[in-house]
């Protein structure tokens, strides 16, 4: 920590945000916690905050993100006081960068991977908290842009061809697994002749960089995964392509419900749904009315909710009789719409729906997709320790215990936390105590295992 003079930044906000130093301190374990990150704090530190003492990051950029949630304004971590941050890391840190040329955007994005695999920015990188500003509205209309030549085609089959692989890796093995092969050939391994702007290589990128977002999530890395969702969200606007910019707003949806930034969620839904007004595939329309439903259903609104299920399900049934090109960007598998069809019936308390969505989605999902196959069996088991089930609860808190050695994921991780308070009332229950223990076994291994943090 260090230590300045008096800060008066920070004690104006206090004033504005009629805060005391105990309330600051409470926003600010609230919005760490909810991003996975160990933090404590009481009254006493903000006190020495206002004294000119400055926390470690990600303290500062949680405390700038708790006074805009207060104030209804964008607050900077700069308007804290409390942290000095360098120009090019404070410029890589910007949750939501400005718009450049498309290649600019381009090298922005390789000069990101670097960054984010150095060892000594990388760290600084991955700790950046989520924030709340929304991406701006702009324009989707077709942009000018050189003719494609055989060069940008051979680029782009590459990028394509790698992102389904790396895809494939990810449900497989987890973000933990995957992210550094993401980041290592966007940093390292891109030909210069694939540095162009025609919009094939452009929506190449914007892919890359959407899945460089998702593996971020899944390794607790928020903040960093919002920086790649907003340059895979300007890519896909400079490509032209208007379902990329769907599939990623939809996606910024999903996190940010996953935050509880509930009111952002609806927004960035909504957002995607209204850009895939003028498409005709059945999978993308499917895709963003699941997520839409999704927020309509944490917020109460079941009327909406239940109509836009029917729906997301009269497109997926138009898709499927289609026989669409298979690929991440362009498909929408039946067990992940079943998913999201559970989490509906579940915010609105409809558990025997929910539980028989879940079952319907496990039909449909590969074991050899070990991550939600793994996910669909801990939210089976949660559902069975609502409602007393203990024998089957324990029947998929194994099986969720069998597949979770061979992925690493955040998510995976939660639930493994979440086994340990749902099975914690059924100690005295043999087989709920042996499942207890061989989850702290495995819980243990894995932390051991992953001591030396990724970038």
Same mark, same amino acid.
């Given at each position: 920590m260090g230590r300045a003079g008096r800060n008066e930044r920070l004690a104006a906000l206090l004033a504005e945000a009629q805060w005391n130093s105990a309330e600051l301190a409470r926003a600010i374990v609230a919005l760490g916690r909810a991003q996975g990150l160990t933090i404590s704090y009481d009254r006493t530190a903000p006190a020495h905050w206002l004294t000119g003492t400055r926390p470690r990051p990600p303290t500062p950029q949680l405390a700038a993100e708790a006074f805009t949630k207060r104030l209804k304004r964008l607050v900077t971590v700069s308007d804290t006081g409390l942290a000095n941050e360098q120009p090019l890391t404070a410029q890589l840190l910007s949750a939501s960068p400005p718009e450049a040329n498309p290649l600019e955007?381009?090298?922005?994005?390789?000069?990101?991977?670097?960054?984010?695999?150095?060892?000594?920015?990388?760290?600084?990188?991955?700790?950046?908290?989520? $924030?709340?500003?929304? /991406?701006?509205?702009?324009? @989707?209309?077709?942009?000018?842009?050189? /003719? /494609?030549?055989?060069?940008?085609?051979? *680029?782009?089959?590459?990028?394509?061809?790698?992102?389904?692989?790396? %895809? %494939?890796? @990810?449900?497989?093995?987890? *973000?933990?697994?995957?992210?550094?092969l993401v980041l290592s050939f966007l940093a390292h391994a891109i030909r210069p002749e694939y540095l162009g702007e025609q919009p094939d290589l452009l929506a190449g990128y914007a892919q890359f960089a959407h899945l460089a977002a998702v593996t971020c999530i899944d390794c607790g890395q928020h903040g960093m995964a919002q920086r790649f969702f907003h340059t895979a969200l300007h890519l896909s606007r400079?490509?032209?392509?208007?379902?990329?910019?769907?599939?990623?707003?939809?996606?910024?949806?999903?996190?940010?419900?996953?935050?509880?930034?509930?009111?952002?969620?609806?927004?960035?839904?909504?957002?995607?749904?209204?850009?895939? $007004?003028?498409?005709? %595939?059945?999978?993308?329309?499917?895709?963003?009315?699941?997520?839409?439903?999704?927020?309509?259903?944490?917020?109460?609104q079941s009327a909406e909710a239940v109509r836009d299920v029917k729906l997301m399900l009269h497109a997926w049934d138009d898709d499927s009789s289609s026989k669409p090109r298979p690929g991440p960007f362009t498909?929408?598998?039946?067990?992940?719409?079943?998913?999201?069809?559970?989490?509906?019936?579940?915010?609105?308390?409809?558990?025997?729906?929910?539980?028989?969505?879940?079952?319907?989605?496990?039909?449909?999902?590969?074991?050899?997709?070990?991550?939600?196959?793994?996910l669909l069996h801990a939210s089976l088991a949660e559902l069975a320790c609502e409602k007393g089930r203990i024998d089957v609860a324990c029947r998929h808190w194994a099986t969720f215990l069998d597949y979770y050695p061979y992925v690493w994921s955040a998510a995976l991780e939660q639930a493994l936390n979440r086994m340990h308070s749902s099975l914690a009332p059924y100690a005295e229950h043999d087989r709920a105590s042996r499942l207890l223990t061989r989850a702290a076994s495995l819980g243990d291994a894995a932390r051991e295992q992953r001591r030396v943090d990724l970038p």
């Open positions: 955007t381009v090298k922005e994005l390789v000069t990101l991977c670097r960054t984010a695999l150095d060892p000594t920015q990388g760290p600084v990188l991955a700790r950046r908290p989520y $924030a709340g500003p929304l /991406p701006r509205a702009a324009s @989707w209309t077709a942009p000018a842009s050189p /003719p /494609p030549t055989p060069t940008s085609h051979a *680029g782009s089959l590459v990028l394509g061809d790698l992102t389904h692989t790396l %895809s %494939s890796l @990810w449900t497989r093995n987890g *973000g933990g697994q995957t992210q550094p400079h490509s032209g392509r208007r379902d990329l910019g769907a599939v990623t707003l939809r996606t910024m949806s999903a996190h940010a419900l996953r935050l509880n930034y509930t009111e952002q969620a609806a927004e960035l839904a909504q957002q995607a749904v209204d850009l895939d $007004a003028r498409q005709t %595939s059945g999978a993308l329309r499917s895709f963003v009315l699941a997520q839409r439903a999704v927020v309509l259903a944490a917020g109460g498909t929408y598998p039946r067990s992940g719409l079943d998913f999201q069809r559970s989490q509906v019936w579940r915010f609105l308390g409809e558990k025997d729906r929910a539980e028989q969505a879940l079952h319907d989605a496990l039909r449909m999902r590969a074991p050899v997709q070990r991550r939600p196959f793994a």
